[in-house]
């Protein structure tokens, strides 16, 4: 293998374009020369064996000589790289590494912001419900895509701004949302070492999402219930909302091991993992009589395995929840034409929009449970303890060790008294469900 020289005993000469074309290459048995410019000494020209010519630079940072490229002949003409190499110089002068410097940035370019929304998105998969994935996937990858190329540690407010800016003309409460998904990622970035500090921090929100207040009055809980009569899962669902105030994925996800004592209307209870509840934290649910059948009956329906979802058959239970209270709404509305004498295929479809309730989510039927049974005078710790919500008068270890033995007969009370304000709005009384056979259970 040819002996390589970084250096060469030949005269420097003045290195112009002329020069870079027709300055000799090493000798036999030499991998390269260099020639130095006679003007300015650093600079040089290195002639490969191969026959590829780059201009170079030659420095001391604390005593310890330095090669930099500058870049082909190719790419730059002999006063481009002559200007170069003397800016570089200058910052030499300053105390800078320009070497050092552009390995950083070679570094820097490889953990672009398209390789951070990857690695945090695999961590955000184990911490967010499949929704919330959902929803950060979306923006991180689709919206914030024009930031994608960039290198993490280089992109700044200004880049952030720009693409709220853009955002924005989609929809305010849009950009809201991308803004806390990019937060949250570079605050995770900042920790993990990946970058200094969090260009999304200073940004002006879009639009402050707004508070929902949509609380159905018990003439719209009466309907929503005489509406969901048919064993769909989606309805079974709604239904238990209704009945339990939890959160739609803790109903959807519902599996057979979460139940208990159901061969007891007295005892029965439904018990939240940790790992399916918001703050982490386990809950217990009693459950009513009416809560009790349609838990029954949807474990008949699924033969009575403990570890399948009772609703839906996707491995976090039910789904589609769009499409289905599309469908609730329309039947709902059919529902409250014929209380009101009139055949809801016989209307069209103008007539029968105005038998519609107002808009409403399924989230709000937590709200709306929260909301009247704070109305029946049900004191407000029993109310967070249903909901999962911490009390703030009750200390954490309290809450977390201690509450639930202590408001189980409580909260029993307060749901069956809640179960028979939701029947008494549809017009309904309680029945006795039959038990199935149900393995693995207490009795």
């Known amino acids: 293998m040819p002996k390589r020289l970084s250096s060469d005993e030949r005269p420097a000469v003045r290195l112009d374009q002329r020069a870079a074309r027709t ?26 064996a191969s026959g590829k010519r780059v201009w ?28 170069r190499a003397r800016r570089m110089l200058a910052e030499v002068r300053l105390g800078r590494d320009p070497k050092l410097e552009v390995e950083v940035r070679k570094l820097e370019a490889r953990d672009t912001v398209a390789m951070l929304a990857r690695d945090y998105l695999e961590i955000a998969a184990k911490r967010q419900r499949p929704r919330s994935l959902a929803e950060t996937e979306r923006f ?15 992109v700044t407010r200004a880049h952030v701004a720009r693409l709220l800016a853009e ?20 605050v995770w970035a900042v920790r993990q070492g990946r970058a200094e500090a969090n260009p999304v921090a200073g940004t002006e929100p879009p639009a402050k999402t707004p508070i929902r207040e949509r609380v159905l009055t018990l003439e719209e809980i009466g309907a929503i219930w005489r509406a969901t009569t048919d064993p769909w899962p989606f309805y079974r669902i709604v239904r238990l909302l209704l009945l339990t105030g ?62 399948r ?39 069209e479809r103008g007539d029968l929009a105005r038998f519609a309730l107002s808009p409403w989510r399924v989230h709000d039927l937590r709200r709306t449970v929260a909301t009247h049974l704070a109305e029946l005078g049900i004191a407000p710790h029993v109310v967070a303890h249903l909901l999962g919500h911490a009390d703030p008068a009750t200390p954490r270890i309290t809450a977390t060790v201690y509450v639930h033995a202590q ?36 009795t």
Do not use: C
Not at 408 to 437: Q, Y
């Open 23 to 48: 300055l000799p290459g090493p000798p036999p048995g030499r991998a390269d020369v260099v020639h130095w410019d006679r003007e300015l000494p650093p600079f040089g020209l290195r002639v490969y």
């Open 140 to 154: 991180l990858a689709r919206y914030a895509a024009p930031l994608h190329p960039l290198p993490v540690a280089r």
């Open 246 to 307: 939890a959160r739609r994925g803790e109903v959807a996800g519902m599996r057979g091991r979460e139940l208990a004592w159901l061969e007891d209307p007295d005892r029965a209870t439904w018990t939240l993992p940790g790992a399916r509840t918001k703050n982490k934290r386990p809950r217990v649910l009693p459950l009513s009589g009416p809560a009790r059948e349609i838990v029954l009956a949807a474990l008949a329906d699924r033969g009575g395995d403990p570890d």
């Open 407 to 442: 408001h189980r007969d409580a909260l029993r009370r307060t749901l069956e008294a809640w179960a028979r304000t939701v029947l008494a709005a549809a017009g309904e009384e309680a029945g006795e469900a039959a038990v199935p056979a149900f393995p693995g259970r207490a």
């Open 309 to 347: 979802p009772l609703f839906g058959d996707g491995r976090d239970g039910f789904s589609g929840f769009a499409r289905a209270k599309e469908a609730l709404d329309r039947r709902v509305a059919e529902t409250r034409a014929r209380d009101a004498g009139l055949a809801p295929e016989a209307l």
């Open 56 to 83: 170079l630079l030659r420095y001391r940072v604390a005593r310890r000589q330095r090669f930099a490229t500058l870049g082909s002949t190719s790419e730059l003409t002999a006063a481009e790289a002559r200007e």
């Open 167 to 186: 955002i924005a003309r989609r929809g305010p409460i849009t950009a809201t949302r991308a803004r806390a998904a990019l937060h949250a990622m570079w």
